[in-house]
């Protein structure tokens, strides 16, 4: 153990720190400020008089103190041999840490392989297939036989005449018709009430010699003219 004598810093602190080095074994010596007691030193000023220490052997020097008993000169030297050695023993310690202490292999880099680039061959769109024209061959003798005449010929569902009437009975006749027309061919304009019409009793196809103002052209009737 290391022994530290802190005392006053007036005459009483003196006469003290000269009775304990006759009695006791001390390692190191504090003083309080000249003029002040322990009990009145704030902390820094604690802390600043153990920093400020100073050894017994230079208290001894100081106050002249020749005559040490035999055992405190023992124990002062073995004091001053593990000081000195310490150090040493430090040293010694830290370099078998060195040597014992394993190298620290540091893994090497790995180069990231570059993924393989796969070449997508560009696909052709594909060409478009023009829609084959319809059928108008056999309805074009029906058109030029009715031109001028401002006729209709209903149609069945394997392309005979049923009944051929005046363009202007063609609405009449078309909600009087029944399940057996297939279409109409005519020689007038295709307007919205023909076509309704058509539509309401499921014809399949109206052909005229052209076409009129159409808002609404129904799907289920296919609509050509002799212009087209």
């Given at each position: 153990k290391v022994v530290t004598a802190f005392t006053d810093g007036d005459r009483g602190?003196?006469?003290?720190?000269?009775?304990?080095?006759?009695?006791?074994?001390?390692?190191?010596?504090?003083?309080?400020?000249?003029?002040?007691?322990?009990?009145d030193l704030t902390q820094k000023e604690i802390v600043r008089a153990l920093r400020?220490?100073?050894?017994?052997?230079?208290?001894?020097?100081?106050?002249?103190?020749?005559?040490?008993?035999?055992?405190?000169?023992?124990?002062?030297?073995?004091?001053?041999?593990?000081?000195r050695e310490k150090p040493l023993c430090v040293r010694s310690t830290m370099e078998r840490a060195e040597v014992i202490a394993p190298r620290r292999v540091m893994p090497r880099e790995v180069m990231a392989k570059p993924e393989p680039t796969i070449e997508v061959a560009p696909v052709a769109a594909p060409e478009a297939v023009p829609e084959p024209e319809p059928e108008r061959e056999w309805f074009r003798a029906h058109m030029d036989e009715l031109d001028g005449t401002l006729s209709a010929r209903i149609m069945d569902r394997n392309q005979n005449v049923l009944k051929e009437v005046a363009v202007r009975d063609l609405a009449r006749e078309l909600k009087e018709a029944n399940g057996d027309v297939s279409g109409v061919i005519f020689d007038g304009v295709v307007t919205q009430r023909i076509l309704d019409i058509a539509a309401e009793k499921g014809l399949e196809y109206l052909i005229g010699a052209k076409m009129g103002n159409i808002a609404k052209s129904p799907s289920c009737v296919r609509v050509l003219t002799k212009e087209a």
């Open positions: 602190g003196e006469l003290i720190i000269k009775e304990l080095l006759q009695v006791a074994d001390i390692d190191f010596v504090a003083r309080a400020p000249e003029g002040k007691s322990v009990e400020q220490k100073i050894p017994v052997e230079q208290v001894l020097d100081q106050y002249k103190i020749k005559s040490q008993p035999k055992k405190r000169r023992e124990i002062t030297t073995k004091r001053k041999s593990l000081i």
